[in-house]
Nanobody, 123 residues
């Protein structure tokens, strides 16, 4: 019954902004850590950002810090990724992931995954 569904991807120009959303159901949302993980074509997965209510915790990859902001709305069971100043190298399929308890920086530690949403950044 656990479901994660991403939305908000699209094609944009370098320097533009985009906000991704992930609607979750089937688990106690507020007690799980949520993450955004991206996978460029032919490249490895990279955890971009993660968030947990525990200690108001948040994590950002070096590539995202200062440009991306992760947030969540427990009332809506939704996690967001606000992406500003997008670059060519941000092009990837972005996945929403969840795991019980606290944040992990490793994608393999997350138990539940959405189908992903494509983000393409061009000049």
């Amino acid at each position: 019954q656990v479901q994660l569904e991403e939305s908000g991807g699209g094609s944009v120009q370098a320097g533009d902004s985009l906000r991704l959303s992930c609607a979750a159901s089937g688990f106690p949302f507020s007690r799980y850590a949520l993450a955004w993980v991206r996978q460029p074509p032919g490249n490895e997965r990279e955890l971009v950002a993660a968030i947990s209510d525990e200690r108001d915790g948040a994590f950002y990859a070096d590539s995202a810090r200062g440009r991306f902001t992760i947030s969540k709305d427990n009332a809506k069971n939704t996690v967001y990724l606000q992406m500003n100043s997008l670059k060519f190298e941000d092009t990837a399929k972005y996945y929403c992931a969840a795991r019980e308890h606290g944040i992990s920086t490793l994608p393999s530690w997350y138990n539940y995954w959405g189908q992903g949403t494509q983000v393409t950044v061009s000049s």
